[in-house]
């Protein structure tokens, strides 16, 4: 079996595909119920956010499978795969593996470290764990990865500092004003930066919004969108005096506020500091408003020089999440090779079991005259003695999968024992009462199909020994 990860993301296509690849929360069971019919699938979670659509899938066969889920993909978006195969990227295994964690983590996130991608990854395992399209492997795979993203951002400082422009004018202003509780902020302009500003200025308890704009009735539709007042750019003056911060971002050519304009509101405030934010390109705010007395004035550049620093801090701390990272992927290998022990083993106390039996009975048909006691005590005596041989193996087989090279040792101790055709017969048996299970109550011929190919599939492994 392999782990694979099949998608795109913000990195490998550009909005205009993204989007087409899109999967509305209602639509998400069934899209996960067609999936995990494809042939040689086992076990999927599908994680679609605005910036990614990833399918995580348990295959039986790496290279054929690649071409199911495109075939998939092409089939549920209805788009033909030659518009999206060179946005597509594929990992097999160990690298599947680390893609998820690291998504789960944000460190593969266009905002580096962000938390959101969290419980994204958490909603979509639990959506297909309840769909019953998970199984042993996923349960803990996924289990694993939300854990370690967990530890991610309750060891680290990665979601700690401020990496978008937006962000940066708030820690900025916390060094002068310490918090923005009961604070007054006036909007110059109506651009989407200062809009972003003004919600993060809200969320830290600034208490009024108030919006100047060259055309009221733009001013009139952001304020109403975050909860402010309007007012006339004739109105601006008596409003500085009123206000603790100021963002501006217009498209203007000149300067929208000069110093001999903001002079008098900033004499009528006496000592109380004004925090100017000027987010536009080319500039709105005269850089000479930072002459003035208690008037703090930043342009785009020192915001984005805060960011800058921010993401450097936040790289730091990437190579620690990185490391955990690995550390959760070894222990993960570990279960897993344990995991591929527990059918060797049963296949052998299964095999000892009834040669028990076939002893006995042999045993009891040459020595008929023994007591119940006396056949007890042989059944007995027996049984430990093929105990006796099997514990050594079973222990020694358990640490040699958890080395290096383990896959193979588990080779060569099944063949050892000649335990082929009954790992065969149980990976049959597995198959037919997991298919079983999924198709309860349903009757498409897709869903037939599917089953008999799987089936079919293992039937013929196990005629090969």
Sequence with gaps: MHIIAVGLNYRTAPVEVREKFTIAAENMPLALQQLIQTKSMLECVIVATCNRTEIYAIVDRFQICGQYVRSFMEKWFHIPRAEFNNHLYIYEDERAIEHLMRVACGLDSMVLGETQILGQVKDAFQLAQSQGVTGTIFNQLFKQAITVAKRAHSETTIGENAVSVSYAAIELGKRIFGDFSGKKVLIVGAGKMSELTVKHLK???AAK?????RTKARAEELAEKIGGVAYDMSDISSVLREADVVISSTGAKGYVLSQNEVRPAVEERASRPLFMIDIAVPRDLDPALSDLPN?????????????EANMEQRRKEADKIAYMIR???DAFKQWNKLLGVSPVIRALQEKAAEIHEETMASLLNKLPGLSEREQKALRKITKSMLNQLTHDPIL???????DKGGDEALKTFTA??????????QELNEISAASAKRVTGTSGEGDKRSIVAKLAAATERLARI
């Design 203 to 205: 969320s830290n308890g």
């Design 209 to 213: 919004v108030m919006v100047v704009n």
């Design 416 to 425: 050892i024992f000649a335990l082929e055709e009954r790992l065969a017969q």
């Design 396 to 402: 020694r087989i358990k640490e040699m999968a958890a």
């Design 295 to 307: 008037v703090y004035l930043y342009d785009i550049d020192d915001l984005e020089g805060i960011v």
């Design 327 to 329: 550390e959760e992927m």
